[in-house]
């Protein structure tokens, strides 16, 4: 069964590759449906991309800890660029 069809796809990823052996997929559902749902999620991948990069160097391994802090990041952009009310899962 599907579920409802969007003519807009809401959702945003991007692949990091830190190292030959070492790579990150973030993927941020956009609340279809929900006006702001694209930029939440446009904004929640950039952010996170962004703190998880600034944490790795070549002897590190993202642990939960940066990840936590990424999704937190994601969260604060949200505030900052004016994006309160808009969501991704």
């Known amino acids: 069964r599907q579920g409802q069809v969007r003519e807009e796809n809401q959702d945003a990823l991007r692949v990091l590759r ?3 052996d070492v790579a990150v997929m973030i993927v ?7 006006g702001g749902g694209h930029e939440a999620s446009q904004s929640a991948v950039a952010a996170i991309s962004d703190a998880l990069s600034a944490r790795w160097n070549d002897t590190a391994t ?11 990041a994601a969260r604060e952009a949200a505030r900052v660029e004016d994006l309160e009310g808009v969501t991704t899962a």
């Open 62 to 72: 993202l642990a939960r800890a940066d990840l936590d802090a990424a999704i937190e």
């Open 18 to 20: 830190f190292a030959d």
């Open 28 to 34: 941020c559902d956009g609340a279809g449906g929900i």
